[in-house]
């Protein structure tokens, strides 16, 4: 009777115990490490370029969410208001101002301004978005379109050092005018004392 037992039990496992289970191509692809992290434990960037890959890759995120794939949309009444979450539109089209935080408004109008800088320098943007947003080593990218072995880095930490100069210039205080003397106005039309 306990022979039966156990040979029940492992007719119901998945996996002997010997046996070990290699990862799917999915699995490993999800399993390699973002070369961002890599280029800074190596040296090659610095942390504040880091931080900037990662705004473009949240401002990539914001930019081209509308145009990503939705299962189902997710429809919420806010204030007598129908919106779609997941995109953060009415079904008229008008934007729902209630889901945009400030933060990705900022995002946004930094990454285009750092587009349109990289393409006033003629620059090409695709090879740092497939490194930032796809996380794909930069010897592949190289490969993959075509460019000199090591290019991609380069124009990768030139790319960064350009946003981050954006979003420092950003960040200086503007310093109003000096405000006029205000006078007061005189009701009757004559001088106010």
């Not at 090879?127 to 794909?136: A, E, G, K």
């Not at 109003?176 to 205000?182: H, I, Q």
Request: charged share 25%; hydrophobic share 40%.
């Amino acid at each position: 009777m306990k022979c039966v037992r156990r040979r029940r039990r492992k007719g119901r496992r998945l996996y002997p115990e010997t046996k070990t289970v290699k990862p799917t191509a999915q699995t490993l692809a999800r399993m390699t490490s973002d070369p961002l992290w890599l280029m800074l434990q190596r040296g090659f960037l610095t942390q504040e370029q880091v931080d900037a890959a990662h705004d473009i890759r949240d401002a990539f995120e914001l930019v081209t969410a509308p145009a990503r794939l939705r299962t189902m949309p997710t429809i919420a009444t806010v204030e007598g208001r129908v919106f779609d979450l997941s995109t953060g539109r009415t079904p008229a089209g008008g934007f729902g101002y209630d889901h945009e935080t400030v933060r990705g408004i900022l995002l946004q109008e930094r990454f285009s301004a750092w587009s349109k800088a990289m393409h006033g320098q003629h620059w090409s943007v695709g090879p740092v978005l497939d490194v930032v947003v796809l996380s794909q080593p930069c010897r592949r990218v190289d490969g993959l379109r075509n460019r000199r072995n090591g290019s991609t880095a380069v124009l990768l930490r030139q790319a960064l050092d350009l946003y981050v100069t954006l979003k420092r210039d950003e960040r200086r205080p503007i310093v109003p005018p000096p405000a006029a003397a205000a006078r007061p106005i005189a009701v009757d039309g004559g001088e106010a004392s």
